[in-house]
């Protein structure tokens, strides 16, 4: 004799004879065809539809709304990562698998240096760490700290070649077996003359593709040879050959500014999660700004033509309104302010730095990648960043970068 069936196995039969069985939800709800309503004798009103002997209800009706009006409901706790970003670009064919893989190293180097930034007075890290680099500047404690943190998450991505440093002498080889190619130039930690006074910082990075005559044999101390320094410059130029560029902005927020040459995304660090959340899609420069960015401390040392145009900014015409002046001494934020608001920065050249005091392969082209697919400009004065070719890999050059209108302007000062 068989057994009586139990409450469940009776629920799951009721269930596999439903028609809706196959889309069954939380708010999919198996009631009696007399279910009765609170306001009449049918189905609810609020939603819900009876068919036969079930009962569909949507969600207080926006499912049902969406479907009508074609669009998709976004929730309020949607949020979408860096990470999860990445894959998107993956998935649509912008960017490979492996350069996902270098993008993620990056941001996790970035997230490790805000921490470090954040903590430089607590951890001892602000001051001078006692050495010079090879531009000659003293090296602040963080910068050592930076550049550390920045090459150790690059080798440890088992996806970059050859990183390119700021405080390096000469481009370095990942020596590891699982190395791959891409080529990676950054400035670990710009504007760290500021740390000690809590101003704003950042990163900046720059990939190139890889290029297998860049495999060069590395000697013990894994520096490159000059053969092997001059296949970097010859691969990491000009800057318009940049698969992405980027920087992060070290302040009140932890922002990670993204090209990969379809457009500017920037994320925001959120401390809860750990994670670079987007907060801007396709960013674009303003064509023209009334906000300009030079050190004109050094005006004095500027040629005429120059001297000329800072003084047209001051005094356009004799109804027009002024300029106003910004400069926080760090590129990077003075760099995403100019972004964000539009107008011009700029670093000449002047009587002391002959070509100014940036540099080409992970300063300016990096800088000037991001402002072009934002729809800005880049140019030494003369002409696109992105065109000219380094000599060798510490390269200055001058620097005018931001809205079309304003870098044109003083081009035509400059002519």
């Not at 065109?387 to 400059?414: A, C, N, T, W, Y």
């Amino acid at each position: 004799m068989a057994a009586a069936a139990t409450p469940s196995q009776l629920l799951l039969s009721r269930l596999s004879s439903s028609r809706s069985v196959s889309r069954l939800s939380p708010f999919h709800l198996q009631k009696p065809a007399s279910f009765p309503s609170k306001r009449s004798g049918g189905a609810r009103s609020s939603g819900c539809s009876s068919g036969g002997a079930s009962v569909r209800c949507a969600a207080v009706g926006t499912e049902a709304a969406a479907k009508a009006s074609g669009t998709k409901q976004k929730s309020t706790y949607e949020l979408e990562t860096l990470t999860t970003w990445l894959l998107r670009q993956e998935q649509a064919g912008n960017i490979d698998a492996e350069l996902t893989i270098v993008l993620a190293s990056i941001s996790m180097a970035c997230k490790q240096i805000a921490s470090l930034v954040q903590r430089a007075g607590i951890s001892n890290l602000t001051g001078v760490q006692g050495a010079v680099n090879v531009q000659g500047e003293d090296q602040k404690k963080l910068d050592v700290v930076s550049n550390e943190v920045f090459s150790n998450c690059l080798r440890s991505s088992g996806r970059t070649g050859i990183i390119a440093s700021e405080e390096e002498d000469v481009p370095v080889a990942v020596e590891e077996s699982y190395s791959g190619n891409y080529i990676v130039v950054f400035d670990p930690l710009d504007g760290s003359s500021n740390i000690d006074a809590a101003v704003s910082t950042g990163s900046i990075f720059g990939i190139y593709s890889p290029n297998d005559e860049c495999l060069a044999d590395v000697d013990n101390d894994g520096t490159l040879d000059n053969t092997a320094q001059r296949c970097v410059v010859s691969v990491c130029q000009p800057g318009s050959n940049l698969l992405a560029a980027g920087y992060c902005m070290y302040s009140s927020s932890v922002i990670f500014v993204l090209t990969v040459g379809k457009g500017v995304y920037v994320f925001t660090l959120d401390p809860m999660y750990g994670e670079f959340v987007l907060t801007q899609e396709e960013l674009k420069i303003p064509r023209s700004g009334k906000i300009y960015a030079f050190n004109e401390g050094n005006y004095m040392l500027w040629d005429d033509k120059l001297k000329k145009y800072i003084d047209h900014l001051k005094d356009p015409e004799p109804t027009g309104k002024p300029y106003s002046a910004r400069y926080i001494g760090s590129l990077v934020g003075d760099f995403h302010r100019t972004l964000l608001y539009g107008g011009i920065y700029g670093y000449p050249r002047d009587k002391k730095s002959k070509n100014g005091k940036l540099r080409l392969l992970y300063e300016c082209a990096p800088m000037s990648f991001i402002v072009e697919q934002a729809g800005g400009k880049g140019s030494d004065g003369h002409q696109r960043v992105l065109d000219i070719m380094p000599q060798e890999v510490h390269q200055r050059v001058p620097l005018f970068i931001g809205s079309v209108e304003e870098v044109e302007k003083v081009e035509k000062f400059l002519a």
